[in-house]
């Protein structure tokens, strides 16, 4: 992420007369406050395809498909900047993991934007080119729908006051009223709601202030109603903690597989958790990214390579843990009962051997069309790592030795 001071003083120095000539570009803003509030997001992921909306007038600055402190994609894969901040570090919430509860604080100092403050800041990165749209969070504050209609107007005022098109990606707010949510879906290209947890029951276990079903679950589902009858370009997402609840890996799969089916997200995200200094949690173990890594695994074999969710459980353990290595190893070894043959192979089939991926499998059904496939380089260059294909493939009869002497 880039240097917050930085982004602080270029807001500082940048001038608006291409915006707004009237506006006041001598204008200090206060750096301590642009750095805690960008420091205070660095939890939200956000690292995902941003939004297929096009900008077609001439009246209007910012581009949602330009290239370029955080990133997003656009479909066609080029990286978009974004300016990540929180609107205010202060929050009524007692989330026991959070430096911003109201336990705790934020080292004692609660820093809060006005919408026109946070807008002449986003400008001002803008017109210094380091970024193309916003990522935008908050605390509670004392009153979620009163900070939720500052973040809107904050994003109105972008949009219509100053023109700007660029890509806007707004939390939304715990329990927050619908109107709030009906309105902000009209001004951005993404909506997200953190489900923080897998359950009512694990939620218990990090907050006493939120009610999972009520303040959650049910905003996400008015969201994925509204998305379908007026739109939202980038859809919504959402997000959880690994391992601050105390649940296993195969909890917070079932929960993807809701957020997925039943509140049609666009990405679930997964964040291990990070103890932090004077917060209720900050004795709890570290997680291990390793077990972020596995669940954005199985998220990858469930949404982009289709498998069942009855063959991504073989991976987990007796204890509902994700084994250390690559699941889609573990998954392999309970349904591959042969080796596969990739001039007879199916797709699907295929798709079932680690190291093939859906690029190299489509590649592969499509070059033995023409001709057999006889060598192991031709597969590489489809785009197979053999490395971990090779265990369980058949090529000209020749395979290699037994599959456990591979894999223990």
């Not at 996400?220 to 601050?244: E, F, S």
């Amino acid at each position: 992420m880039t240097n917050l001071e930085k982004i602080a003083r270029l807001a500082e120095e940048s001038k608006y007369d291409v915006v707004r000539p009237e506006m006041d570009s001598k204008r200090e803003f206060d750096l301590q406050k642009v750095s805690a509030l960008g420091e205070g997001t660095k939890h939200d992921v956000c690292a995902s395809t941003a939004t297929p909306r096009m900008v077609d007038s001439l009246d209007r600055i910012g581009t949602v498909s330009s290239a370029g402190i955080c990133h997003s994609f656009t479909p066609d894969g080029r990286c978009v900047s974004l300016f990540k901040t929180l609107y205010t570090n202060g929050c009524s919430q007692d989330c026991r993991y959070c430096p911003n509860s109201a336990s705790c604080g934020a080292d004692g100092k609660t820093f809060s934007y006005t919408p026109e403050e946070l807008a002449k800041v986003t400008l001002s990165l803008y017109q210094s080119n380091y970024v193309e749209g916003l990522f935008l969070s908050s605390g509670m504050g004392k009153d979620e729908d009163m900070v939720m209609e500052e973040l809107i107007e904050t994003v109105r005022l972008l949009r219509e006051d100053y023109k700007f098109e660029g890509y806007i990606h707004l939390k939304v707010l715990p329990g927050t009223s619908k109107d709030y949510i009906k309105r902000s879906i009209g001004l951005v290209d993404r909506l997200s709601l953190n489900i923080e947890t897998c359950s009512e029951s694990r939620m218990q276990e990090l907050t006493t202030t939120k009610d999972y079903r009520y303040d959650i679950l049910k905003r996400q589902r008015y969201i994925r109603d509204l998305k379908k009858r007026i739109g939202l370009p980038a859809g919504h997402t959402t997000q959880t903690i690994v391992g601050a609840s105390g649940e296993n890996d195969k909890e917070i799969f079932e929960s993807m597989l809701r957020e997925y089916r039943r509140m049609e997200v666009k990405r679930m995200y997964y964040s291990a958790f990070t103890p932090v200094e004077e917060t209720s949690f900050e004795e709890k173990e570290n997680v291990s990214t390793k077990r972020e890594h596995r669940l954005y695994q199985t998220d990858w074999l469930f949404r982009i390579y289709e498998f069942e969710p009855k063959e991504i459980n073989l991976a987990f353990d007796e204890d509902g843990f994700l084994p250390e290595k690559d699941p889609k190893i573990e998954i392999a070894r309970h349904v591959l009962d042969e080796s596969v043959d990739p001039n007879e192979a199916s797709k699907e089939r295929l798709l079932r051997v680690p190291g093939i991926g859906p690029k190299s499998a489509s590649r592969i059904v499509k070059a033995r069309q023409e001709e057999k496939i006889t060598k192991r380089r031709e597969l590489a260059k489809f785009g197979v790592v053999l490395k971990r294909a090779r265990p369980f493939l058949k090529l000209n009869g020749w395979k290699d030795t037994t599959l456990d002497r591979w894999l223990t």
